[in-house]
DNA sequence: TTGTACGCGTTATCAC
DNA sequence: GTGATAACGCGTACAA
């Protein structure tokens, strides 16, 4: 039923039950100095009396802050995303603050005005975003601190990421290494990360004097994944080897491969990006780079206290990622 | 960097350069009423040129409402949650709510207190827990709207979830058509929906004359999945077809008996509950039931505003779990 | 239609 | 060490 909302306990009542004013109350509960015996007694009393407990929304009212900041990703489904909620979760309870979640994947039309809305209800932001280069000034001018996942730092807004150019170029040195020639980059054009992935790529390749072939799927999504194997590996020149935008597009791809009489990794080896849990799980299982997202999660929110304490300068982080080998990458079997 | 935080303009500021008063101003963002043309258009152009905003803090101080929900989970990587969260942040969006989220994974026990905290931020709250029976109090006490995952109402707290009891029926019901008998549980026990999961499953097979074989793994994991097939299937007494409590374990499951050596389907049925995205990407296809989670999400939501607006009295709504047949479960091969 | 004035619950700034 | 009291920015009677 809806509660009758009987109005909690304010310091006022406290104050009246303890017989002292409003201001020692609040000194009280925040800690700041010590009092007589006496007064800390009736205060100790009163307030688990009245089970007053501070009204967080008035304080923030005087102070200025909410001790809540929000985070805004892609789509919570993709596992990447996950895994950077989780790190930011369990930092903010360390550090004694609120995530306000928003999951902007299925309208991000309205963003620029929806992170305006946010930022007045928050200390700060963690942002994922898809949002052109030119309007990342969009961030800056929120007027609170924000991290951002990507290059933001010439518009003065902090940010965190994983090395994307040399996860992709220790993926294309391990292919190459397995003696394939014919590799291919199934790409994610729309996202942020993609660009510096097939570069990374395309410095391996090019390296051993190759050059890759490229693709495009139109969401980094398991049924994306599935749908591109048509496109990849039924034209004339079939590659050997495959390296996926992320791993959800990998899973799709290889299952759908496997189901048209593809196997994997004998005739074509599939590669991924982030590690997520499944990539272990999957048959073959998967060869990936583990992007740290947790640790990202984790970092980004640490910074982003940082910066709302003032403690830190805008800069660029920058983690480092681990190769995964698994077994779907593999010297081809000539037939 | 800190940003200089240039105080943003309040209400007395539009009202200034508007030549208004403030209650006019107040009246004119919330579009209560209208004005005579002149002064409307003074407020417009008054708003814009100062970037106006309202204050929600300001505002929540006087109406005591937040537009803020809390949706609390038990782990944001278990993509059974990941769709809880996906519909309750779509439904929230539509209905201009925000969503504080909070992920208790690693620390349960502190689980009453953060409520407590959590409840002054919010309208109200989406609460998954494992929190027992007999606590269920806690939440009513809050003295804020609350929808539980979960039978709650004997407590006059508002639940939503799916069938289990009949969904587990359902999966019996399918392995022993196709000719299982010696068929076990791998159930997870402090897990909320376990023992209805575990009744359905009896249920079914008592009408055809049969007892479950139980076990039970001490995390609701794909890693946990992977620990069970020692004692599982190795004992004297292999099952023909396993039931887990839920996708995660089933896919770990699975993958650890084919390891083993154990062909799935052949030689034993796995089946899981919830229905995630993976469970059509593992080799073999994993048979399921649909329980519905983004649906729930959005149902929660959806409740729990009308619970919040007083247009709803507590009660139980119950999801129809789908079944998904796949490739995991099938007649057995005798050998 | 518009203005005046008060209050929401807390913290900060002075006095004492 | 403690108490008055003025903010914080907004909504809303009540009066005009």
């Not at 910074?303 to 709302?308: P, T, V, Y």
Request: charged share 25%; with cysteine.
């Amino acid at each position: 039923m809806a509660p009758t909302t009987p109005r909690p306990p304010t310091m006022r009542d406290v104050a009246r039950t303890a017989g002292v004013s409003t201001a020692t109350v609040s000194r009280y509960v925040n800690g700041l100095q010590r009092f007589t015996e006496a007064t800390e007694a009736r205060l100790r009393e009163a307030i688990d009396q009245l089970g007053f407990t501070v009204d967080p929304v008035a304080r923030s009212m005087i102070t200025g802050r909410t001790h809540t900041v929000a985070v805004v990703i892609l789509d919570i489904r993709n596992p990447h995303f996950t895994g950077i909620v989780k790190g930011a979760n369990r930092k903010a309870q360390q550090l004694g603050y609120n995530l306000l979640f928003v999951d902007t994947g299925e309208r991000q039309s309205a963003e620029a005005g929806m992170l305006r809305e946010l930022s007045r209800r928050v200390d700060g932001l963690i942002v994922s975003s898809r949002m052109p280069d030119a309007d990342l000034s969009t961030l800056r001018d929120l007027d609170k601190p924000v991290v951002f996942f990507g290059r933001a730092s010439q518009v003065g807004v902090h940010s965190v990421s994983a090395d994307g150019r040399s996860a992709a170029a220790m993926l294309g040195r391990h292919l190459i290494d397995l003696g394939h020639r014919r590799i291919a980059y199934l790409g994610y054009g729309a996202a942020r990360w993609d660009a510096e992935r097939k570069a990374g790529l395309t410095d391996a390749l090019r390296e051993a004097g190759l050059e890759p072939m490229f693709f495009s799927a139109d969401s980094p999504t398991l049924e994306a994944g599935e749908k591109s194997v048509g496109e990849v590996l039924m034209g004339s020149a079939r590659p050997d080897a495959v390296v996926c935008y992320n791993d959800m597009l990998a899973l799709g791809f290889m299952k759908q491969a496997q189901a048209a009489g593809v196997r994997v990794p004998e005739q074509v080896s599939v590669a991924g990006f982030d590690d997520i849990p499944f990539a272990r799980f999957s048959t073959p299982t998967l060869t990936t780079v583990d992007m740290q997202s947790e640790a990202m999660g984790e970092l980004a929110l640490e910074r982003l206290i940082e910066l709302i304490d003032g403690t830190l300068d805008a800069s660029e982080e920058m983690l480092k990622p681990r190769l995964v080998l698994r077994q779907s990458t593999a010297a081809k079997v000539r037939t």
